[in-house]
């Protein structure tokens, strides 16, 4: 609501100010009751019907930028996460694993920047008691399974 605008228009009224009416108006635009001479009148004067709908077409610009903005930074999560998974591709491919699989210090891996939250997706161990809530992540063809408190067995899968 705005304070009132003392440049607005002096618009003649042709009903008595009676709240029961179904001609009471409370201005949208700054909390002034009026009677409406026609029935479809929303604002006190014709300044307040520019004011409320400019104010409404600002609060929709923001809104929209607002919107613009996090969508933004969505993409930009995906592409961050895309490029991590590309870095740890480019890590694991460096190494020579053993046909089943070679051990790596974990500490190690993140020292080389290998970032284990980005992955394509985790699988359950099935031979491991399930309280134990033990699963593998998958990154391209390889899996990584945490095999001792700090260190991952990786292995390439075809
Ligand atoms: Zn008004």
Do not use: W
Request: charged share 35%; proline share 1%; with cysteine.
């Amino acid at each position: 609501m705005k304070a009132k605008n003392l440049l607005k228009a002096k618009i003649e009224r042709l009903y008595r100010m009676d709240k029961e009416s179904d001609r009471y108006r409370v201005c949208l635009n700054d909390g002034v009751e009026f009677m409406a001479n026609d029935r479809r009148e929303k604002h006190c004067c014709p300044e307040c019907a520019d004011e409320y709908s400019n104010e409404k077409k600002r609060l929709a610009k923001l809104e929209e930028q607002q919107s613009l903005i996090e969508t933004e930074e969505v993409l930009n999560e995906i592409i961050e996460q895309i490029n991590n998974e590309e870095k740890n591709l480019k890590i694991l491919d460096q190494f020579h694993l053993k046909a089943n699989g070679s051990k790596f210090n974990m500490d190690y891996l993140s020292s080389i920047g290998f970032d284990f939250f980005s992955n394509n997706g985790k699988g359950e161990l099935f031979n491991i008691d399930p309280q134990l809530n033990c699963h593998f992540i998958q990154i391209g063809s390889y899996r990584l399974y945490r095999v001792e408190f700090s260190e991952v067995l990786i292995k390439k899968i075809i």
